[in-house]
């Protein structure tokens, strides 16, 4: 455990030396965010506050962004000599790897909150009540656990940082192509159903329920499976790349 | 079996159907440098990494400061420090916290982990950069963070995987006396290089490993004399004078490559040079040019594989 914690500090030393990762996991979201509530968004027809509609996608978004700097940190430690230091002293693999998704999750946290903050200061009035805040927090952070360990497999599978940082597109991606900017109804056929099916669409819909104040039980129950799922999955992909990987 | 640090039967190792080791012996005596010396591709990385836990070996046994390394590699790993390739510095940590990263991994807390610490920074002369990142640091400095970094802990096996690739000539001479000086700590080294007069300076056994196998296996002197005493070469003016030469000296041979220069089996010393000398004097018989040739690692790995290293780099 103790070895994880100064893991954890190493990794976290790293994010704050790295503005390329500050800018893509805290600022870029905010500046999406301004963008689309002030710039794209007039021309949304959408039902009340856009900001209100928008918040709950941007935090997912948030968390997406913040992912490239996790693939590209965990590369960084496989192709650099230094994992063979770490295995050699017999640092458990899972003190590694854990340590960058804790800093993964601490990041998106950080950024979230800051971005909550903006949003806020925009106009964002959330009707959640505490229960419900505790359900927003709870599926961010499950949210952000399960596609951390997702994106370590994806850091430890790709052979190069170049790679690694592209591997990290399609999670950006994705929210795009769900409910997070508009709504799937309005979207054309085809990237319609795709955006139904997908797993940030339940995702986002829980949380929007939940700041609303009207969670959807149907769309909590899909967003958890969804997170359990990629969850499982990531872990054991990067603990078995992780162990071929010399 | 308890003096040697570093025991292998019968190593092998395969990527697929490529060969990287062959059967490979090795014994290593606690609290001396033993290199292993090859070109690029002769399988010394492969073998640290094997000896080092990194990687499991297809057949073989290795024991390691007394332990199985497939069986006890916990204990294996407690004892020794590994120095790769690659320097395996952190570059966005300072000097001080890439010590203080592995003084907190090996639990040395509180004052004695800064003491640690400071002590390693003073003694590769690193105190000056100690708050600078990694990241600036010049290849030599970056080595000797390396290698600072793997003696936390104090290992009593050192394995370092071709320490001075790549430095300047000033940064490799330092490097040399950090490891000699390590050895009169007593730790144990063992050394990968392609240089074969590092492994003649600091080695007490050389093995000389191509293509997966060891050729030869020796003190530095031993691999010397395998192919042959050294000589003198005497390079005369003309005809004359080496026909002379050739009639009043024993076991003469004309060197391959000057016909003009005559080499005398001689060891080299002084005494035997100056009687040499005034056999030609008193034949009255000028000699041109004189040298006293010792073999060096290059003569031996020419003599064991048939070809120079060069050529197997190339």
């Known amino acids: 455990m103790s070895s994880a914690t100064t893991m954890l500090g190493r990794n976290f030393k790293h994010t704050l030396r790295n503005p390329v990762a500050i800018f893509n996991g805290v600022l870029f979201p905010i500046v999406l965010m301004l963008m689309f509530v002030y710039v794209i968004g ?74 909550v903050g903006v949003a806020l200061i925009m106009g964002f009035r959330p009707a959640a009540s505490f229960p419900d805040w505790l359900g927003v927090i709870g599926l961010v952070v499950l949210v952000t656990f399960a596609t951390s360990w997702f994106t370590v497999a994806l850091g430890l599978a790709a052979k190069t940082p170049e790679s690694a940082g592209l591997i990290s597109v399609p999670l950006v991606m994705l929210p795009f192509l769900s409910s997070a900017i508009v709504p799937a109804e309005t979207m054309a056929a085809g990237v319609r159903q795709f955006a139904d099916y997908q797993p940030f669409t339940p995702i986002i819909e829980t949380l929007r329920g939940l700041l609303n104040g009207t969670p959807s039980g149907g769309d909590a129950i899909a967003a958890i499976a969804w997170s359990a799922g990629i969850a499982l999955v990531g872990y054991v992909w990067a603990l078995s790349t992780f162990k071929k990987r010399a | 079996m308890t003096s040697s640090a570093i025991a292998a039967t019968g190593l092998r190792k395969a990527y697929q159907d490529k060969i990287v080791l062959d059967g490979i012996d090795l014994e290593v005596a606690a609290g001396t440098i033993f290199s292993l010396l ?184 031993e691999l010397k004399s395998q192919i042959g ?24 041979t004309t060197d391959a490559e000057d016909d003009l220069v005559l080499r005398v089996p001689s060891d080299g010393g002084a005494k035997s040079v100056r009687t040499l000398l005034a056999q030609l004097d008193a034949h009255s018989i000028e000699v041109e040019e004189f040298s006293v040739h010792t073999p060096d690692l290059d003569d031996v790995f020419l003599a064991l594989t048939g070809r120079t290293s060069e050529k197997v780099n190339a």
């Open chain 2, 38 to 221: 090859g070109p690029n591709g002769a399988g010394k990385t492969t073998t640290v990494n094997v000896l080092t836990t990194l990687m499991k070996a297809d057949a073989g046994t290795v024991r390691v400061a007394g332990h199985d390394v497939a069986t006890d590699t916990k204990a294996v790993r407690a004892a020794i420090g590994v120095t790769g390739q690659f320097a395996a510095v952190d570059d966005l940590l300072t000097g001080r916290e890439n010590l203080k990263l592995m003084t907190d991994l090996k639990g040395l807390r509180g004052d004695e982990g800064k003491r640690v610490v400071a002590d390693l920074l003073e003694r590769f002369d690193l105190t000056g950069s100690a708050d600078k990142m990694a990241a600036t640091y010049s290849g030599g400095m970056r080595r000797k963070l390396d290698l600072a970094m793997t003696l936390v802990g104090r290992p009593s096996i050192i394995f370092l995987d071709e320490p001075t690739t790549g430095l300047d000539p000033r940064s490799r001479r330092t490097m040399w006396e950090i490891i000699r000086q390590l050895v009169t700590d007593g730790v144990t080294i063992f050394l990968t290089t392609q240089y074969l007069d590092e492994a003649d300076r600091l080695a007490d056994r050389i093995a000389v490993l191509d293509q997966g196998t060891i050729v030869a296996q020796g003190t530095p002197a």
């Open chain 1, 42 to 115: 007039g021309a949304f027809d959408i039902a009340g506050d856009y900001v209100d509609y928008i918040t709950p996608g941007m935090i997912i978004l948030t968390i997406c962004y913040g992912l490239s700097g996790t693939a590209l940190a965990v590369n960084s430690d496989m192709t650099k000599g230094i994992i063979n230091r770490f295995k050699v002293m017999d640092i458990s693999r899972s003190a590694v790897l854990s340590a960058h998704v804790a800093a993964s999750v601490l990041r998106s946290l950080i950024a979230i909150a800051v971005l």
């Open chain 2, 229 to 252: 005493g050294s000589h003198v070469r005497l390079r005369f003016a003309g005809d004359a004078e080496i026909e002379a030469a050739r009639r009043i000296l024993t076991g003469t």
